[in-house]
């Protein structure tokens, strides 16, 4: 079982630049998550999904954006990278809030 | 709002002494509570939950929590601590809804 996929695992970009982190699930999962986690702040999420074609915004939602067009792939967009937006990124899936919610490994971003 | 506030951001033990984690949240509902931990460079895995029923679960590796209404707490312990449980501890709190609430985490030491 792959369980939750997340590429790349590292990636460097320039102020300005674009992208989207994949993230993939096999599980048949209806509930996905964002997060980011900075040193000492925890993991603050950034988007959420209930299913395929329903996308909520978590606590700290600006400067990116998501997508839920098949159950197994839920994509984060970030536009107009800052540095702020340096940190490592986690995707995550549940069958429903009374599971247990499955992580990736993890991207580490960095925008300098 | 949901939220959690986990008390102590580092904690220290020595080997075989208790640990002890604390966990408070924050639902205007009946919450689902978990304790998730993370080791270097991993992404965080399941440690113990609750939802309905008994208010004392246990989990994984020894651990075990209290979910105590009345103090809107869940406490994490184990009655020994082993040089492999160092780690990064975090409590967190969903509803029906499913979003996915985290504390900003608690990095336990170790000593010999």
């Given at each position: 079982?792959?369980?939750?996929?997340?590429?790349?695992?590292?990636?460097?970009?320039?102020?300005?630049?674009s992208?989207?982190?994949?993230?993939?699930?096999?599980?048949?999962?209806?509930?996905?998550?964002w997060y980011r986690?900075d040193?000492?702040?925890?993991?603050k999420l950034i988007y959420y999904?209930?299913?395929?074609?329903?996308t909520d915004k978590g606590e700290v939602p600006n400067g990116y954006n998501v997508?839920?067009?098949?159950?197994?792939?839920?994509?984060l967009r970030l536009e107009l990278a800052a540095p702020s937006q340096t940190s490592?990124y986690?995707?995550?899936?549940?069958?429903?809030?009374?599971?247990?919610?499955?992580?990736?490994?993890?991207?580490?971003?960095?925008v300098? | 709002?949901?939220?959690?506030?986990?008390?102590?951001?580092?904690?220290?033990?020595?080997?075989?002494?208790?640990?002890?984690?604390?966990?408070?949240?924050?639902?205007?509902?009946?919450?689902?509570?978990?304790?998730?931990?993370?080791?270097?460079?991993?992404?965080?895995?399941?440690?113990?939950?609750?939802?309905?029923?008994?208010?004392?679960?246990?989990?994984?590796?020894?651990?075990?929590?209290?979910?105590?209404?009345?103090?809107?707490?869940?406490?994490?312990?184990?009655?020994?601590?082993?040089?492999?449980?160092?780690?990064?501890?975090?409590?967190?709190?969903?509803?029906?809804?499913?979003?996915?609430?985290?504390?900003?985490?608690?990095?336990?030491?170790?000593?010999?």
């Amino acid at each position: 079982n792959a369980g939750v996929t997340q590429t790349p695992k590292f990636r460097i970009l320039k102020i300005g630049q674009s992208m989207t982190l994949q993230c993939a699930q096999d599980m048949n999962h209806n509930y996905m998550y964002w997060y980011r986690q900075d040193p000492g702040m925890g993991l603050k999420l950034i988007y959420y999904s209930v299913g395929a074609g329903i996308t909520d915004k978590g606590e700290v939602p600006n400067g990116y954006n998501v997508s839920r067009s098949t159950t197994e792939d839920f994509p984060l967009r970030l536009e107009l990278a800052a540095p702020s937006q340096t940190s490592v990124y986690f995707c995550a899936s549940t069958g429903s809030p009374r599971t247990e919610a499955f992580f990736g490994q993890g991207t580490r971003l960095t925008v300098v | 709002a949901q939220s959690v506030t986990q008390l102590g951001s580092h904690v220290s033990v020595s080997e075989g002494a208790l640990v002890l984690l604390r966990c408070n949240y924050s639902s205007s509902v009946p919450p689902y509570l978990f304790w998730y931990v993370q080791y270097p460079n991993q992404g965080l895995q399941l440690l113990l939950k609750y939802t309905t029923g008994a208010t004392l679960v246990k989990g994984i590796n020894g651990f075990e929590a209290e979910f105590k209404k009345s103090e809107t707490s869940f406490h994490l312990t184990k009655p020994s601590a082993h040089m492999s449980d160092a780690a990064e501890y975090f409590c967190a709190v969903t509803r029906s809804q499913g979003n996915l609430i985290f504390g900003k985490g608690t990095k336990l030491s170790v000593k010999p």
